[in-house]
């Protein structure tokens, strides 16, 4: 089952935005700055591992510099953590595709 949801890392001043397949791997990642707003991080594993398979070092590179780095390893225990809560779909779709305009790319 996909999950969608969102955690506050106060320290960094950052929400990230998660949605986990149904293994529990960060299938695609939003990371937002709270001062100003700024998407920083609009990353997908599709996209990552068609790179890895398909591209070079300079092109993965290349798509980290735009897109930021997806998180790595399993989300499991995600409900757990402090200043978590799910969201809808809906949400992570309109955040997503705010961010990946805001880091020039398509939805």
């Known amino acids: 089952m996909t999950n969608w949801f969102r955690t506050y ?11 986990a397949d149904d293994e529990g791997w960060a299938a695609r990642q939003v990371e937002v700055r709270g001062q100003d707003s700024r998407p920083v991080t609009a990353a997908s594993l599709e996209e990552v591992l068609h790179l890895r ?3 070079d070092l300079a092109a993965m590179g290349r798509y980290e510099r735009q897109y930021g780095v997806l998180a790595e390893g399993r989300m499991d225990g995600w ?4 200043r978590v809560a799910e969201i809808s ?3 992570f779709e309109r955040l997503w595709a705010e961010a990946r305009q ?3 790319g398509s939805a």
């Open 9 to 19: 890392y106060e320290d960094e001043n950052l929400w990230q935005y998660f949605e």
């Open 53 to 55: 398979d398909h591209a």
């Open 79 to 82: 409900q757990d953590e402090p």
């Open 89 to 91: 779909a809906e949400e």
């Open 102 to 104: 805001a880091l020039g």
